[in-house]
């Protein structure tokens, strides 16, 4: 599987951390930033949440907490965005907690594909039904990092930044993650 | 069996106008300012519930604690707490930075100031808040603080902790430096550095001996002065530092002798050298190589003569031995064979060295240049080999002769020399000391600054004796409290700061005289004068200098000992 290719160059960082910056000193000039990634921000709830209007009732949350956070965010070498996505992640996480509501997984079968060729079953006969059971079996933080790194393709480095964790130990955490599922997987089949 | 999670699959997300209808910036930061206020409103009921409750308690021990009616006087650790660190008193009269540029950061390069100062940029040494390294052009910020002025208008503390012991910092010297591109600061990037020299005046007990000085770095955060290095110090030609400065300065006229003296030391060691001159070294015969063809020309005889204009002239080569022939060398131009059959009418010699010649033969019509080396065959080679080792071993003995001879002489006159210095130091130290004033000289420090910000040449001294139960007050009567007094003395390149209040101690430094000043509410100054320790406490009454002091040559003015 190539490199997810959501990269953003030193160049537009290095400009985008000027805004920041600017937003610190003033919290009106955070609209470019907040039209910049409404978007992506939006889609990533939905995804978790798969409700239009619930969405944006979190997106706001998201967006007013980081002007809240704004004063202490500190430049550490990955895009905004990973910042604004962690909150989000935290935002859906406590809805969740507090609705008692199962969590919303958004599973395209291509994406579903990656993580089988990922765990080196691609030429083995395996169903969606398979891997989605496997897949059920994780621990939310687990599942998660599924969620980041095969169905949204995200690098590892934001990927890190969104969890709070470092970028080996995202990989590190991420293989053991399939090697289980691959287990659980052949432990299927055999049954 | 029920799933954990709801998997959806292929969810279709709105598209992008649908998401931008729920976008609304302006209620945001509505909503964000909204929650600012009650925030600060909080803030300030918890801080008003705090000082309710403050107050209650202290009440309740008011009345119910024995001794505790007084009013507990502020301590000068918490009044320095509460102040920022590099607490600048007069910022209009603040020392201000020379900016000049470095052209590409990639190279680095040498800035020099009008003070003689200099430093040396290194190249690739400048990176940006996040750690990349950058190029193109650089400012750098550059002043220099020397003396208790210095100190006092930038707000710099000289106070420093050495293993837990309250010490001060006397300073040879100052310097802050740091870095800016676009208008955004730069750190110095892992590993580079940039030399300093900084050109300044200290004062000196004996003229010269250096004096030792250390480096220490201002750490703004840690709230202290860091030990650093040594500070690599050596004195400044005096001429080289004032060049229109009067040339019968007790100093120049050392230098002056001293130049006369060096010269004449120089002198005497080259007519030494030439009184008593290095023998001539035996030449070692070479034997023929037996292959090469040879020329038989004897000059010392004169049987083939020697061109007037030659270089080497029959009397150069009367340390031949006998029988000695020319032998072509390999080296050689090409020999035409029908040299031989042609008689020359003279020839030409140079020297290449001992043993190589460059010999040119001679027709009116014609002239043949070869490479030639004297060289002698059998009997004559053993012969000549004889006669050179007794030369040799007379040659080696002369000058051991020589040597002994001459190396009497030299240290007779280094020790000559030696004591003609030291006479003229003396003299000139005896002038100097009998002088008024303190004796000072121009030095040149040298260290590294490895991080920006603020660096000191200095050295630690004591803390001075302190007294408590002084009275702060002003001409008029006016109680002076709770503000920062400044001292400094006359011996000591250094600022003291304490606490004007009754209970705090004040330092005093005996056997010079002390200047003390405040900084009124207005801006304005009010200086104190001790020309002898003030042991018994009492009053001490500052005068206000008036009219307000406007610039800096105003305030040296108003705070100088004269």
Redesign the interface.
């Given at each position: 599987m190539s490199e997810p290719q959501k990269t953003v160059s030193?160049a537009a960082m290095?400009a985008e951390?000027q805004e920041i910056q600017a937003a610190q000193q003033n919290?009106?000039r955070?609209?470019p930033l907040?039209?910049r990634y409404?978007?992506p921000i939006?889609?990533f709830v939905?995804?978790r949440m798969?409700d239009?209007d619930l969405s944006?009732d979190l997106?706001?949350q998201v967006?007013?907490k980081a002007?809240?956070r704004l004063e202490s965010y500190q430049?550490r070498?990955v895009p905004f965005s990973a910042w604004l996505f962690r909150i989000a992640s935290n935002e859906v996480a406590q809805h969740y907690r507090q609705n008692s509501?199962?969590?919303?997984?958004?599973?395209?079968?291509n994406t579903l594909g990656d993580v089988a060729e990922e765990m080196d079953i691609d030429g083995e006969i395996w169903q969606?039904e398979d891997l989605?059971n496997v897949?059920?079996?994780l621990k939310p933080a687990e599942?998660e990092l599924i969620e980041l790194r095969f169905f949204e393709q995200r690098p590892f480095k934001v990927i890190a930044e969104i969890l709070g964790i470092t970028e080996s130990n995202a990989k590190v955490k991420t293989y053991r993650i399939l090697e289980r599922l691959k287990k659980r997987l052949q432990g299927q089949k055999t049954k | 069996m029920e799933?954990?999670?709801?998997?959806?699959?292929?969810?279709e997300?709105?598209d992008?106008d649908?998401?931008?209808k729920?976008?609304d910036?302006d209620a945001?930061?509505g909503?964000?300012?909204q929650?600012q206020v009650p925030r600060k409103r909080q803030a300030r009921l918890r801080r008003l519930t705090y000082a309710i409750s403050a107050a209650a308690a202290a009440l309740v021990l008011l009345l119910f604690v024995p001794g505790l009616f007084q009013k507990a006087a502020l301590t000068p650790e918490d009044y320095f707490a509460s102040q920022d660190f590099v607490n600048v008193p007069l910022p209009e009269m603040n020392i201000t930075y020379e900016v000049k540029t470095v052209a590409d950061a990639h190279r680095g390069g040498v800035i020099d100031y009008e003070s003689g100062s200099r430093l040396v940029i290194p190249a690739a040494a400048f990176m940006n808040?996040?750690?990349?390294l950058i190029g193109g052009e650089v400012e750098i910020h550059y002043r220099e603080l020397h003396d208790y002025i210095d100190f006092f208008v930038s707000g710099i503390p000289m106070a420093y902790d050495s293993l837990g012991m309250q010490r001060y910092l006397t300073s040879a010297g100052m310097v802050e430096v740091f870095a800016k591109q676009n208008g955004r600061r730069l750190r110095l990037a892992p590993g580079k550095a940039v030399q300093v020299e900084l050109r300044s005046e200290v004062r000196v007990q004996d003229y010269f001996m250096l004096p030792n000085y250390y480096v220490y770095r201002l750490d703004t955060v840690k709230r202290s002065w860091e030990y650093q290095n040594i500070d690599m110090l050596q004195f400044a030609e005096e001429e080289e530092w004032e060049p229109g400065a009067a040339t019968d300065s007790p100093q120049r006229r050392w230098q002056q002798e001293l130049r006369w003296l060096e010269q004449d030391y120089e002198l005497a060691l080259q007519e030494l050298q030439a009184s008593n001159p290095v023998p001539a070294a035996p030449v070692p015969p070479r034997q023929a190589a037996g292959n090469r063809p040879t020329l038989e020309l004897d000059f010392v005889n004169g049987e083939l003569p020697l061109d007037p204009t030659s270089e080497i002239q029959a009397a150069d080569l009367a340390y031949l031995h006998g029988g000695t022939i020319w032998e072509i060398l390999p080296e050689s131009p090409e020999v035409d064979s029908r040299a031989f059959k042609v008689e020359w009418q003279q020839v030409k010699l140079r020297r290449i060295n001992p043993r190589q010649y460059e010999l040119t033969l001679q027709h009116s019509q014609n002239e043949e240049t070869l490479l030639v080396a004297p060289v002698l065959f059998g009997e004559d080679y053993q012969g000549a080999l004889r006669q050179f080792e007794q030369a040799q071993a007379a040659y080696t003995a002369k000058v051991e002769v020589r040597e002994r001879q001459i190396s009497e002489a030299r240290d007779s006159l280094q020790a000559m020399f030696a004591e003609r210095k030291a006479a003229l130091q003396e003299s000139l130290s005896e002038e100097l000391s009998s002088r008024p004033g303190p004796l000072r000289r121009k030095v040149i420090n040298r260290f590294v600054v490895t991080n920006f910000g603020i660096w000191n040449c200095a050295r630690p001294t004591s803390a001075p004796q302190t007294m408590t139960g002084v009275n702060y007050v002003l001409e008029n009567g006016e109680a002076i409290e709770n503000t920062t007094t400044y001292v400094v003395n006359e011996t000591q390149n250094t600022i003291f700061r304490y606490l004007a209040s009754s209970s705090a101690p004040l330092g005093i430094v005996a056997d010079t005289d002390n200047l003390l000043w405040v900084v009124n509410g207005a801006g304005g100054i009010s200086v104190a004068r001790l020309d002898q320790p003030f042991l018994d406490g009492g009053d001490l009454v500052f005068k206000t200098v008036t009219p307000p002091v406007q610039n800096q040559s105003e305030l040296r003015a108003a705070l100088s000992f004269e």
């Open positions: 030193a290095e951390w919290p009106a955070f609209r907040y039209e409404y978007e939006f889609r939905f995804r798969a239009s944006a997106c706001s967006f007013l002007l809240q430049f070498g509501q199962k969590r919303t997984v958004s599973v395209e079968e969606v989605v897949l059920d079996t599942l | 799933k954990n999670y709801n998997f959806k699959f292929n969810l997300e709105p992008g649908a998401i931008k729920h976008m910036f945001l930061l909503q964000f300012e929650e808040d996040r750690g990349k």
